[in-house]
């Protein structure tokens, strides 16, 4: 895949002179085309209607990619430990699980939040900069909620605003050894009431947002 990129790329950049002859096969292959396509060099105020259409979030927001993710990383969870409980008689060492956990995930955390306090500001500049940086004040009251993985509950001054996928696969990932315990004990009743309280938080979810009229788009 990487070598049909690359391929498509180099005709697109250095052998078409004319965007209208390419196909659509190479345009769709090309980092090139691709990236013009998708960033255009606009502000999005140039769309307004579309961009405040409830529909455009999924496009803005990527929520199916973000939920491919918790999918991907959910079944991996899923079957490693399902697999270590059916070797170990159904035992779950849920200790070491969290600690594996943080082992991989906060030395990286702490690398990213110490070079975006101290070295972004330092590196980086130009006119949309400050829509991505929010000033090392908010960096400086916020890292301490971003390694605890609750930043998205208890501070708005968020501290690397991507960060807040980590933190919801980390609250996911805590509670999953009772979700696994019960499906290895139960099987598909287990699975059945997982399904019936996952469609409960939805409903409840999605009551919320229509009683308060909360938008999908940020504000």
Known sequence: MGTIV???TLYDYFLSQDQSSIS???KMCS????????????????NPNWVAESFSSFIIHGFFSVDSFFFIGGLLVATVALRSMDKSKGKLNVPLMYLHRIIRIVPILAI??????????????????KGGFHGTAAYEKGWFWTLLFVQNYATSNICLDHTWYWAVDMQLYIISPLLLIALYKWGKKAAAGIAVLVL????????????????LLFK
């Open 112 to 129: 990213a939040i110490l070079v975006y306090i101290k070295l972004t500001p330092i590196v980086s500049g130009g006119p949309y900069f």
């Open 6 to 8: 690359g391929l498509c």
């Open 200 to 215: 409960l938080l939805s409903s409840c979810l999605f009551a919320t947002m229509i009683v308060n009229k909360y938008s």
């Open 24 to 26: 659509v096969t190479v």
């Open 31 to 46: 980092a090139r085309s691709s990236s013009r396509a998708i960033f255009r060099i606009v502000d999005s105020k140039s």
